[in-house]
């Protein structure tokens, strides 16, 4: 059993920053990809930002230059530091984590945490 425990969301004002983390723990060989998604109020969950294993990221467009996503993999935890914070970046933001036991390859999800933007 594998589980995704998400912290750090909360109320912020706008051009405000929060760090949130996301620590995997259980039945775990390895993990792979690591992520965040989101998702606002009457909208569909959507992509956020991606790290692989050996560092590599990734970001959506419309967090790229303002969010960095970050990976300690000692602790198998990923992290999201999220500045210049806007409006519409409120939504409950989700972690995820591509676990590897035993030989097999799946794709777990933490919680949630919700992060609002407003003044």
């Known amino acids: 059993q594998v589980q995704l425990v998400e912290s750090g969301g909360g109320l912020v004002q706008p051009g405000g920053s929060l760090r949130l983390s996301c620590a995997a723990s259980?039945?775990?060989?390895?993990?792979?990809?690591m992520g965040w998604y989101r998702q606002a109020p009457g909208k569909q969950r959507e992509y956020v930002a991606r790290i692989t294993k050996g560092g590599i990221t990734n970001y959506a467009d419309s967090v790229k230059d303002r969010f960095t996503i970050s990976r300690d993999n000692a602790k198998n935890t990923v992290f999201l530091q999220m500045n210049s914070l806007k409006p519409e970046d409120t939504a409950v933001y989700f972690c995820s984590a591509n676990i590897v036991w035993h030989g097999v390859t799946t794709d777990y999800w933490g919680q949630g945490t919700q992060v609002t933007v407003s003044s």
């Open positions: 259980g039945s775990i060989f390895s993990v792979n990809n």
